[in-house]
């Protein structure tokens, strides 16, 4: 019941109301991964579906979008285990022209959660700025996240200029309309359809 009230609460843009309804789920002890798909990931697939049909706009969709997050910062501490050395490095953002940071924001997490140090550049990230962070921070994996089909081509233009810098990094792309076909044409090291998966991938690239 109070899983749909997440999901309703989401739907409804009530910050605190989801805040609330998360933190007694989690209380009660119920799966991290179901509160996540079944109550915050699932009402924005509504929300989405909705702006498809017209029946819903983009202030609205921001609101809903600030729900869900509100939901996520009370999961964030759950999503990370001790752990007292890195793993691995990871540099994180979602490519030029593209402001839809939410499953980046959740990718990021999971690494963090699993032992990985990650550097989020956030939003809008060119590719000059990947190569510079991935410099940085000598950076074993860069992970790109889009989430339009009009910013796929901007993954294509980070992993041409991370390989013309003669960088030893590898790169991974997600986000919803990215396929593994995609990710193969642009030549990425890896592609994830989700978080956890994100995660594994990354574990398997620095052979952690
Ligand atoms: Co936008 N938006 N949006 N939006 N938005 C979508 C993506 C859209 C599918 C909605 C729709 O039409 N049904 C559509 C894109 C169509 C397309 O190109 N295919 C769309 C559009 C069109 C737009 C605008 C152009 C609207 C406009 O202005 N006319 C505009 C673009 C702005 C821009 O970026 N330049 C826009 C704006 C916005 C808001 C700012 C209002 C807001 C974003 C707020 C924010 O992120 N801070 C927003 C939102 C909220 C959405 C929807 C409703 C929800 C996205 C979301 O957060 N989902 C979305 C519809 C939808 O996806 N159902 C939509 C929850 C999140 C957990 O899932 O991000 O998919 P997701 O992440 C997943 C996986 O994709 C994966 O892991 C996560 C889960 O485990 N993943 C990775 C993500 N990154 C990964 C990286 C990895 C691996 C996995 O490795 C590196």
Redesign the pocket.
């Known amino acids: 019941m109070a899983i749909k009230d997440i999901y309703e609460g989401v739907l409804a843009f009530q910050v605190d109301k989801v805040k609330e309804l998360t933190r007694t789920e989690l209380e009660a002890g119920t799966d991290i991964q179901t509160i996540l798909n079944d109550g915050?990931?699932g009402a924005?697939?509504e929300?989405?579906?909705k702006?498809?049909e017209g029946s819903l706009f983009?202030p609205e969709?921001?609101m809903?979008?600030q729900a869900?997050?509100a939901g996520l910062e009370i999961l964030k501490p759950h999503l990370t285990e001790e752990v007292s050395h890195s793993k691995g490095t990871v540099v994180?953002g979602t490519v030029k022209?593209?402001?839809?940071?939410?499953?980046?924001n959740?990718?990021a997490m999971m690494m963090e959660g699993a032992g990985l140090s990650v550097v989020d550049l956030g939003v809008d990230v060119d590719a000059e700025k990947f190569v510079e962070a991935a410099k940085e921070n000598n950076a074993h994996v860069v992970?790109?996240?889009a989430?339009?089909?009009?910013?796929m081509p901007a993954m294509d233009t980070t992993i041409k200029a991370i390989k013309e810098a003669g960088l030893d990094t590898k790169s991974?792309?997600?986000?919803?309309?990215v396929t593994e076909a995609f990710a193969n044409q642009i030549g990425a090291d890896g592609h994830?359809?989700?978080?956890?998966?994100?995660v594994e991938l990354v574990r398997r690239l620095v052979g952690a």
């Open positions: 915050l990931i924005m697939d929300v989405g579906q702006f498809s983009v969709m921001l809903a979008a869900m997050k994180i022209g593209d402001l839809h940071d939410i499953g980046k959740l990718v992970a790109l996240s989430l339009l089909t009009t910013t991974i792309v997600g986000g919803a309309p994830s359809d989700d978080a956890p998966g994100a």
